[in-house]
């Protein structure tokens, strides 16, 4: 059986024909891609635009302007502007009573239900102002005070005039106390002072992620603190000091094998070893980030050794050629070439940490906790755990503050994630 | 290297003493029903500037009564809360590691089981409702279509509402509710599935009866088929899901109603609706008490511990800030029992359990 020899003409026509149907075989993988990325796309705009439309009404808050006198006699009875003293004054009764007189409610009740129009915040309220100005005692001031979450709510149309009184949970008594201080123009749509500078709390009307962004920024630091250098370390002495045996292959094997352990695991590492053995206290953001610390340390040292082994070997012979010593090699020319390799993994690697909750669910960090931190020894969460607990909370108004706060979450990845993209490319040299 | 060195025993050093330290902020565990409770009497007690504000964990009440238990020490939570009261189980474990708790009983949570407005209103029993969620049912009810042997249990065959009953709606049965670890999934359980069914319907009962188990303990188990689905400790994702999905229907604490009651409507078990009033006044059957556990050893160790305890007695009552957040107010006269209870601090034994 001879092969049939072709023409060059038959030869050309049937390269002719394939060409049509690579062609369009070329076309169509391009065109998989391409809906591929539009439907990524697609889902990303969703996604922000849910976030956004939410969080963004989250930010902002209705609040009612009254004239408060502030008597000192009253607001500060012991006259030292001390804690002590300030709990001890009646600021709420003087808030309540500078509302009385715009609405004018009639018996106990009436007075009870327009006591709950103010946020229970007020006091608290009072008594940082005159802290931070003791001048305005003897004075009578405008004051803006929050409103309570289901007057918001009712302000901002989810809960609806029509729908019956005994269905909603504002009375149509404190509705006619709403419009009266509307018509007096006392109610305002302002940025929420609470969102950004207040703490958690079981008023939706004063929560704030103060205190979870502190926490999370502690965490992090000792997270940083504990895997950079460590990570580093480790990588070098694995792939620039230790002999490659059976012993560096074990050690390898496990690194990589700890980076696909689910992040609970060392959550429940941590609860025994840090807290039950150690004795730590619970919910502290020291053990916190020392947890996660163990989580991201397979990332640094993966993503380190492959910066390291990504160093030509030229130039570390270039090194030893003019008489460096191995210390020498490394701490001159091996780390500072590899970091923008390094500083990329640990970026990610820590903003990975920033978005978990399960390992430090075990540890007590996923708690209500309303106080502030100020070091890594005190209590504090952090701002995940923020999200998912105010996800739960019953009250209407938190399912915009949820959303804020995943703004918020979302802008501080997106911001480290930049500064990886940012470091890469002003540090990368090309060989 | 010297200066590292010296670096390093510093700051192990500086760990280790904090380690020693003792903590001054209460931390509380347990049931995500007391959570938003405790976490008002927490931020009360927060605002004195004599105390830090308590730290709430969740949990779940299973969590919150093994956690107290778990040990004394710092390093261990002072106070368990517990939507379901503990079972000489869960004390036996406190024994063994050396706790002594106090009980102190502070409100009233109803389970609901709710739907939206916009889907059918369920008016229900009690034993129907039994009948609808647990997993194993006699297999001699009209409409389950299988042997007509009574003291056969089979896996719960009923796929609509209306074929348990036909006054019930001519939907499938589909019901969100919490996990395991939740107390309102343990006292629904115990309520509906074991008293309310296993207890009273006469077939159920017979048959639980026949097979050893006269207190209807087995019929605890919840349907696995897909009927009753778990919605994980949030209560706020169900009452989501019943607004988008309105044939279904969903298990939670009272509370959660209650903030979305131009949303939802309660289903009224035994000709009883689920309002604010019944629950108050003992006429809706599915309520549960909630508690909270303090530990003993605990007391003047960690600072604020009789004053968090104190905190709630100002708030508890009928037109406090506890009632405002859906929770439902004891009766005077068990409020002034749990108030003396908390200066006296009884021991928890096994003999109390049984009351």
Not at chain 1, 26 to 40: M, Q, T, V, W
Not at chain 1, 131 to 147: C, E, R, Y
Not at chain 1, 287 to 311: D, K, Y
Request: aromatic residues 8%; charged residues 20%; proline residues 4%.
């Amino acid at each position: 059986m001879n092969k049939k020899r072709i023409t060059p003409l038959e030869a050309t026509n049937s390269v002719k024909k394939s060409i049509v149907k690579r062609r369009s075989k070329d076309n169509r993988l391009k065109l998989y891609g391409r809906i591929a990325i539009g439907l990524a796309v697609c889902f990303l705009l969703f996604l922000f635009y849910s976030i956004f439309t939410k969080g963004f009404p989250g930010f902002f808050q209705y609040y009612v302007t009254l004239d408060i006198n502030f008597d000192r006699e009253r607001i500060d009875p012991k006259g030292d502007l001390s804690d002590n003293s300030l709990f001890d004054g009646e600021a709420s009764k003087i808030v309540n009573e500078s509302l009385f007189s715009i609405i004018e409610p009639k018996g106990r009740k009436a007075k009870k239900q327009a006591k709950k129009i103010v946020s229970s915040g007020k006091d608290v309220r009072i008594a940082k102002m005159v802290k931070n100005d003791p001048s305005l005692f003897g004075t009578i001031t405008k004051v803006k005070f929050a409103l309570d979450d289901d007057i918001d709510s009712f302000l901002r149309g989810y809960i609806k005039r029509e729908t019956p009184e005994s269905e909603r949970r504002v009375s149509d008594k404190v509705i006619g106390f709403v419009d009266k201080l509307n018509q007096d123009g006392r109610i305002t749509y302002e940025f929420s002072d609470y969102i950004l500078k207040g703490s958690a709390s079981g008023n939706p009307e004063m929560a704030g992620i103060k205190g979870a962004f502190i926490g999370s920024m502690l965490t992090l630091s000792v997270c940083l603190l504990i895997s950079f250098p460590l990570g580093v370390a480790t990588a070098v002495y694995l792939e620039e000091i230790a002999k490659k045996n059976r012993i560096t292959e074990f050690i390898e094997v496990n690194i990589n094998n700890l980076a696909a352990v689910p992040s609970v695991v060392f959550g429940i590492m941590g609860l025994a070893i840090f807290i039950s053995i150690f004795g730590m206290p619970r919910s502290i953001p020291l053990v916190g980030g020392m947890v996660l610390a163990l989580m991201t340390l397979p990332t640094i040292i993966i993503s380190s050794r492959a910066a390291i082994r990504a160093v030509p070997p030229s130039v570390r012979d270039a090194a030893y050629g003019i008489g460096a010593s191995k210390l020498q090699v490394i701490f001159h020319h091996v780390i500072p070439l590899a970091m923008p390799g390094m500083l990329t993994g640990t970026i990610i690697g820590m903003a990975q940490a920033l978005g978990e909750t399960a390992p430090l669910l075990m540890i007590g960090m996923v708690a209500f906790i309303v106080d502030i931190p100020n070091s890594v020894m005190d209590p504090g969460t952090v701002l995940p755990v923020q999200i998912f607990m105010w996800a739960d909370f019953a009250e209407r108004m938190f399912i915009q503050k949820t959303s804020a706060a995943i703004i918020v979450l979302l802008g501080f990845l997106i911001s480290m994630n930049a500064l990886a993209v940012y470091l890469r490319k002003k540090l990368e040299r090309r060989w | 290297m010297k200066k590292t060195l010296i670096m390093a025993g510093i700051f192990s050093s500086l760990i280790i003493s904090s380690a020693a330290q003792a903590r001054d902020t209460l931390s509380l565990a347990g049931s995500s029903t007391v959570l938003p409770f405790a976490r008002i009497i927490a931020e009360q007690l927060g605002k004195n500037p004599n105390f830090k504000t308590p730290v709430v964990e969740s949990g779940g009440s299973s969590v919150g009564k093994k956690g107290v238990c778990d040990g004394v020490g710092t390093k261990f939570i002072d106070i368990g809360n517990a939507s379901s009261r503990m079972k000489a189980k869960e004390l036996a474990y406190c024994e063994k590691n050396g706790v002594k708790l106090t009980e102190i009983k502070v409100g009233y949570d109803g389970i609901v089981v709710a739907n939206s407005k916009k889907g059918a209103p369920l008016n229900i029993s009690k034993a129907h409702l039994g009948m609808a969620l647990t997993a194993k049912i006699p297999a001699c009810y009209e409409g389950s279509g299988r042997s007509y042997n009574c003291e056969e249990w089979i896996d719960n065959p009923f796929k609509k509402w209306s074929d348990i009953d036909a006054s019930l709606p001519d939907i499938e049965i589909r019901v969100y509710g919490p996990p395991t670890t939740s107390g309102t999934r343990a006292s629904y359980a115990e309520m509906v599935n074991q008293k309310g069914y296993c207890g009273k319907e006469k077939i159920a009962k017979a048959a639980s009866a026949a097979r050893g188990d006269k207190k209807g303990k087995k019929c605890r188990a919840m349907r696995t088929d897909g009927v009753f689905i778990e919605a994980g400790e949030q209560d706020n994702l169900i009452v989501q899901k019943l607004n988008e999905d309105t044939s279904s229907y969903g298990i939670f604490g009272f509370s959660y109603l209650d903030q979305n009651s131009d949303t939802l409507q309660g289903a009224v078990i035994s000709k009883t609706a689920p309002t604010f009033e019944n629950i108050a006044g003992n006429n809706y059957s599915v309520s549960r008490a909630l508690y909270y556990y303090v530990k003993h050893q605990h007391i003047g160790v960690v600072p604020g511990m009789k004053e968090y305890m104190a905190e709630w007695t100002k708030h508890w009552g009928n037109d406090g800030v506890l009632s405002d957040a859906g929770m439902i107010p004891m009766p005077k006269s068990e409020r002034a029992k749990y108030k003396s209870a908390m200066s006296s601090l009884p021991v928890l034994t096994a003999a109390d359990l049984k009351k």
